[in-house]
């Protein structure tokens, strides 16, 4: 009863301001894209990246032609897509045109600049045909949604039958001692260290809070199963501070 009356209570960044959790979450995001890669690697001690890679082989063993990155950024994703798959068309998509802008100058005269394209899109609403993506991938985005379901409803349409989805993003350990420090450092120390470093003050107490009510595990593992995905599994990693979870269509 407690979480979901945290799941029901919708975290924002900017408490005091009026506009929808989409727009802050663009405004946010348009604001802390100049440093946000090197912040992140401090932040999560670099361990982002190995996740990542996991995501990368889990996308690459299903051998995709086309590949979507819904939230991705500054493009780590899906430049890693370029590198490590044989996808011939790979689109990142994301609502801040100031991250966009940080990922394009990174695969601007390179090889990849002809498989690789990055689009300003909202994931609620996707600019895509039914059925058009091999592959699909979420990576620290899908909290950030207004309406998860919809977001969610949205990918499974653009995503091809037996197509492949998988999520990576931020849960909560569940077991001593590794309960008790993951709260001690998401309430404590990383806040702290995003006022320090981030030009945005509350970004990264945002990043905390929304973390701490979204539903994971076999919670968003029922609403994926809602929505009508298949296969749906769930991997913690880290000792449950974040969790990969795969799907198809």
């Given at each position: 009863m407690r979480l979901q009356k945290a799941m029901d209570k919708k975290v924002t960044p900017y408490k005091d301001a009026s506009g929808s959790k989409k727009e802050q979450v663009e405004q946010m995001f348009d604001t802390i894209s100049g440093n946000y890669d090197?912040?992140?690697?401090?932040?999560?001690?670099?361990?982002?990246?190995?996740?990542?890679?996991?995501?990368?082989?889990?996308?690459?063993?299903?051998?995709?032609?086309?590949?979507?990155?819904?939230?991705?950024?500054?493009?780590?994703?899906?430049?890693?897509?370029?590198?490590?798959?044989?996808?011939?068309?790979?689109?990142?998509?994301?609502?801040?045109?100031?991250?966009?802008?940080?990922?394009?100058?990174?695969?601007?005269?390179?090889?990849?600049?002809?498989?690789?394209?990055?689009?300003?899109?909202?994931?609620?609403?996707?600019?895509?045909?039914?059925?058009?993506?091999?592959?699909?991938?979420?990576?620290?985005?899908?909290?950030?949604?207004?309406?998860?379901?919809?977001?969610?409803?949205?990918?499974?349409r653009v995503l091809a039958p037996k197509g492949t989805f998988v999520i990576l993003e931020t849960s909560v350990p569940t077991r001593f001692p590794w309960k008790q420090g993951y709260h001690l450092y998401s309430k404590g120390i990383l806040p702290v260290i995003g006022r320090l470093f981030s030009k945005d003050k509350v970004a990264y107490k945002y990043l905390s809070e929304s973390a701490a009510v979204f539903p994971h595990g076999e919670q968003l593992n029922n609403i994926l199963r809602k929505i009508g995905f298949i296969e749906v599994e769930n991997k913690p990693q880290t000792f449950g501070v974040a969790t990969i979870y795969t799907a198809s269509k």
């Open positions: 090197g912040l992140n690697r401090v932040i999560s001690l670099g361990i982002d990246q190995k996740w990542r890679r996991k995501v990368v082989r889990l996308v690459a063993a299903s051998k995709p032609k086309s590949i979507l990155d819904i939230a991705t950024g500054t493009g780590d994703l899906a430049l890693q897509f370029a590198a490590k798959t044989t996808a011939t068309e790979i689109v990142g998509l994301d609502l801040s045109e100031g991250m966009l802008s940080v990922a394009r100058r990174k695969v601007e005269g390179s090889s990849m600049a002809a498989r690789v394209q990055f689009v300003k899109g909202d994931s609620e609403a996707l600019p895509f045909s039914d059925n058009r993506f091999d592959a699909i991938t979420v990576s620290f985005g899908v909290r950030n949604f207004e309406t998860l379901e919809k977001g969610l409803a949205e990918i499974y």
